[in-house]
């Protein structure tokens, strides 16, 4: 099936600093959609950003990420990282389940810790 | 008002023993997802629902069954709790397509004993 790879476990970036959280897939089908979710201590996860276009810029909460197909991959950014930025990020591929159904694929999440 | 609802929100069962988790929408979503989230594996899909009266497995249905009532109900079932089986439970709705973002409700931690 379909794959999600996510930057691994803690990444830690001081406040105005850049981040930047890597997200790749593997994927047998040609149309995807992608997701970036942010899931908040002790809340539930919830949608950052999503994208089905290739090589165009969607942009929400100050985050960016661009969906490259021919890298496979969906990288999510920021120009200056905030305290209230530290959260857990998964990155999500849509995909066909059978006949009109979608699923979404989680990657294992990264856990953003954004320090003064 | 929150759109997706779960109950209860914290439960403490014994191995063995029969455990029924909740979710409730008010979003006329035709989809409903039950995943469990883990410390180094994120989140997994237990078992999804397109209609009621029907559910389909995900990636990890093995000790777990579903029921979909109705277009707002979704039930997680663990009729044998293990201690594997510690972990939060999110249900989530989404409309249809593969564009379509999933909504979660604030999630279920369960601690089997």
């Known amino acids: 099936g379909d794959s999600v790879t996510q930057t691994e476990g803690l990444v830690t970036v001081t406040e105005g600093l850049p981040v930047k959280l890597n997200c790749t897939y593997q994927t047998t089908y040609l149309t995807i959609a992608f997701f970036w979710y942010v899931q908040y201590l002790n809340e539930a996860p919830q949608v950052l950003l999503k994208?089905?276009?290739?090589?165009k810029r969607t942009e929400h909460q100050g985050f960016h990420a661009t969906l490259h197909k021919s890298s496979s991959s969906f990288h999510l950014q920021k120009s200056s990282a905030q305290l209230s930025d530290s959260a857990l990020y998964y990155c999500?591929?849509?995909?066909?389940?059978?006949?009109?159904?979608?699923?979404?694929?989680f990657g294992k999440g990264t856990l953003l810790t954004v320090t003064p | 008002e929150a759109a997706v609802t779960q109950s209860p929100r914290s439960k403490v069962a014994v191995t063995g023993g029969k455990v029924t988790l909740s979710c409730h929408q008010t979003n006329n979503h035709d989809y409903m997802y039950w995943y469990r989230q883990d410390t180094g594996h994120g989140l997994r899909l237990i078992h999804y629902?397109?209609?009621?009266?029907?559910?389909e497995k995900g990636d990890i249905p093995d000790g777990y069954k579903a029921s979909r009532p109705s277009q707002e109900n979704f039930s997680l079932i663990l009729e044998l709790a293990s201690l594997s089986q510690t972990a939060v439970y999110f249900c989530?709705?989404?409309?249809?397509?593969?564009?379509?973002?999933?909504?979660f409700g604030p999630g279920t931690r369960l601690t089997v004993l």
């Open positions: 989530a709705s989404s409309d249809r397509g593969r564009r379509a973002e999933q909504f």
């Open positions: 994208s089905s276009t290739d090589n």
């Open positions: 629902s397109y209609v009621a009266d029907s559910t």
């Open positions: 999500a591929l849509s995909e066909a389940s059978g006949g009109s159904n979608y699923k979404l694929t």
